[in-house]
């Protein structure tokens, strides 16, 4: 079955510190992958996305995703850790469904930081 | 102006009642979602529509209808609300083919 599965629930670093959140998932094939995140009271906002090509991507605020196809996995990371990145973060995977593609999300990591 | 509008942003309303939750954007996009978010749940899709002509059922799309009123606009009705309906619920759009999705702010909705 197709899942997507972000093992930590709720993690908490120091501002300054590196981050690390974790996406796995299962699909028989090489699926469109991104990670999303929700700051309290707001919408989800696109942080970056994988279709093809370089492995390791760039996304906005200074988070980076890297791709590995032999553990199934698009880790989420940042090498320095700011007050205002707590938030909810989703990890989602684009699976094929016919003639289209069907998003399949993850469960949410909640970031807080510590000043 | 936000991108994606939802309105209202909050709700609160009384079991059996009909509510109405209504999406707009600017964004151009000729698909739109809506999704609803609980605690521990994280996002399940109630409906999708890829065009004004074209209304699809999501994962839980029991006890909700949609109406695509123009390619900008999508709204959710509950026609009699009950109280496990009471979530966070997301307008999202996209363009075809894109696979990334715009969110609107969310509207929470409590059924009492």
């Known amino acids: 079955a197709q899942s997507v599965t972000q093992p930590d629930i709720h993690i908490t670093v120091s501002e300054g510190a590196s981050l690390e959140l974790r996406c796995n998932y299962s699909?028989?094939?090489?699926?469109?992958l991104f990670w999303y995140v929700q700051s309290p009271g707001q919408g989800l906002q696109l942080l970056l996305k994988?279709?093809?090509?370089d492995t390791l991507v760039q996304g906005i605020k200074g988070f980076e995703a890297e791709f590995k196809r032999s553990q199934s996995s698009f880790n989420l990371r940042k090498p320095s850790v700011h007050w205002s990145d707590a938030a909810e973060y989703f990890c989602a995977v684009g699976v094929n469904a016919g003639n289209n593609r069907k998003l399949i999300w993850g469960l949410g990591t909640s970031l807080a930081v510590n000043p | 102006d936000a991108d994606v509008t939802q309105t209202p942003r909050n709700r609160i309303t009384k079991t059996g009642k009909r509510i109405m939750l209504e999406c707009s954007q600017t964004k151009g996009h000729d698909r739109m979602y809506w999704y609803r978010q609980d605690p521990g749940l994280g996002l399940r899709l109630i409906y999708y529509s890829f065009d004004v002509k074209d209304i699809n059922k999501g994962e839980i799309s029991d006890g909700y209808s949609v109406s695509r009123q123009a390619q900008a606009k999508f709204s959710l009705s509950l026609e009699s609300a009950i109280p496990n309906q009471t979530a966070l619920y997301f307008c999202a759009t996209s363009f075809s083919g894109a696979n990334v999705l715009t969110f609107g702010a969310g509207s929470r909705l409590t059924v009492l």
């Open positions: 994988y279709f093809s090509g």
């Open positions: 699909y028989g094939a090489t699926p469109y």
